[in-house]
């Protein structure tokens, strides 16, 4: 079950850069989303005193993410016109319905042992994913409404089916223009089954350097600090990811990780 989340959360995927300072490319324009001529083709990451685990990439003639390897286990893609599914080699897979170019919903087929999970995605006139409602089984765990500013989204606010319970969380940007922002920087990422590609609206348009998370019910409160350098490409070849949370307003527990990634560029 480790493996499947890591796959679902890390590579599921990451496909690709994220900012340029040096220049402005429309990320949210079809149909070239990868246009810097660069996939991501390894990862490594050190989680600390977890551990780490690396992770490498392989993709078809036309770009397209067809498997992510990882402790000697192997996630494989395949494409319809409606369906993006990830499959691991145990069975368990996760699929993506798009329609339009756009996510519509999600599913995982054993998020818990024995129990499904779904995801059902709204989006506003202006192309934006606006409303997320999350299902373990049948029933409903959660509805996550998001906010933007400026082209950048800055709340999500999660409210909880089984005791009404809210989580807020607040995101920070720089200047900086992003350029298709990889997952594990791209704030949508830790609220849909995510897949680069544009599959759910407009992205946020600059890059991510801090997001703030609390609770109504908890006395926590944690905050992720972001900080990048890049290749000549504009593409993140290593991303710092300062974790702290505090209660009372005093740090009860801090953490770092951090990430190489290896590119293949025409």
Do not use: H
């Amino acid at each position: 079950m480790q493996r499947t989340i890591k796959y679902v959360m890390v590579a599921f995927v990451a496909i690709i850069s994220i900012a340029s300072c040096k220049k402005e490319i429309n990320w949210n324009a079809k149909p070239d989303p990868n246009g810097n001529g660069c996939k991501l083709t390894s990862l490594k990451a050190d989680l600390g005193v977890l551990g780490g685990f690396a992770i490498s990439y392989k993709y078809d003639a036309s770009g397209k993410l067809i498997s992510a390897t990882s402790d000697g286990e192997t996630m494989v893609y395949s494409y319809s016109a409606t369906k993006i599914i990830g499959t691991l080699e145990s069975g368990e897979k996760t699929e993506l319905t798009v329609s339009n170019g756009r996510a519509i919903s999600s599913y995982m087929s054993d998020f818990f042992p024995g129990v499904s999970a779904t995801r059902a995605y709204t989006y506003n006139t202006d192309g934006y994913l606006t409303i997320i409602k999350s299902y373990l089984g049948n029933n409903l765990n959660s509805t996550a409404e998001l906010n933007y500013t400026g082209g950048n989204l800055t709340q999500t606010k999660i409210t909880y089916a089984n005791d009404g319970s809210v989580e807020t969380t607040t995101y920070e940007y720089s200047g900086e223009v992003a350029v298709n922002a990889y997952e594990m920087t791209d704030p949508l990422s830790t609220i849909v089954d995510y897949l680069p590609g544009n599959y759910f609206g407009k992205t946020s348009k600059n890059v991510l350097k801090k997001s703030v998370t609390s609770s109504n019910n908890m006395a926590t409160v944690d905050t992720q600090e972001y900080t990048y350098a890049f290749d000549s490409k504009g593409n993140a070849t290593s991303i710092v990811i300062k974790n702290q949370t505090k209660m009372g307003g005093s740090a009860t527990d801090e953490s770092s990780t951090s990430l190489s990634l290896t590119y293949n560029c025409k």
